[in-house]
């Protein structure tokens, strides 16, 4: 048992000549916001429907909800789905289209059936068929369907894929009342990794099948902050003199360049005392790198291979 809500293991899917996941071993928290992110074809689409259960593994292992094997039988119920298109009766209303879904579950109750209808936004839809609605209420009716049966933890790919953007903006606070009031553990797919920045508490890089880089919210905002980069000699020597200038938000990244992530007005200041304390300064600038740009690095610049 691990402190986990999902982990995999190794989790591999081979078609024919092709491995669309290869080895991805994941680490989601119980009440996180994970955001799988990966450029098209990536094998997102078919790591999710492994956890969902909609693709067996070829290889590798599953854990939710700190069960293995068999035993996870017992807790795909505690799952909600939303991959690819919802299964949408475009003759039906939202509320029947919630209704029927929760029937086949065994679990319809009217008053949970309009709670949906409420997160979702759709409350006021009435009689409105589907084959009416825009994409943006479709998507929101389609998380609703995940919601049937009160799942522990949310699948979501792609969700805000194609919206506008005040689609992107409904989706997104639905996602974040429903991790923070009602305490879903939600994974969600995107290639923008920009998008998902607002919402997600962790991430998962995923490139050509594998888990490049896994890292928490808190871990991305200092790689991507706006910081002081000095390219130097002896950053050892360089460590006392900024503790000596009350710079201590810094961090020495290997042996030749030192990011300080405070006080960025003082760069200048910060150059002189290194000279006077005879330190070879390379180069000293203010860096900031956006998020896109580091995933763009992360998975090989513009090469679309
Ligand atoms: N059923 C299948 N049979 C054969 N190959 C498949 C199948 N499903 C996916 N693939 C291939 O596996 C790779 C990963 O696809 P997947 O749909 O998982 O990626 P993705 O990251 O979700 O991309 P997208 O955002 O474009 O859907 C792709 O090269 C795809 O062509």
Redesign the pocket.
Known sequence: MSDYLLRTINLT?Q??K?K??DNISVHIERGAIYGLI????????????MISRL?APTSGEIELFGYQKKAIDNVYDRIGMLIEEPGLYPNLNAFDNLKLKAICMGVYKKENVNDILEIVGLNNTGNKKIKNFSLGMKQRLGIGMALVGEPDLLVL??PI?GLDPQGIVEVRDIILKLNQERNITVII?S?ILEELSKLATHYGI?HQ?RLIEEFSKEEILQKCSERIEIILEEPDRACTILDGLKIHNYKVVDEKTIYVYEKLEEMGDINMELSVNRIKVNSINVIKESLEKYFMELTGGNDNA
């Open positions: 899917k078609y024919k092709q669309a996941v990966g450029r098209n074809g990536a094998g997102k689409t078919t790591f999710l429907k693709a790919d792609e894929n797919s290639h995923i099948g």
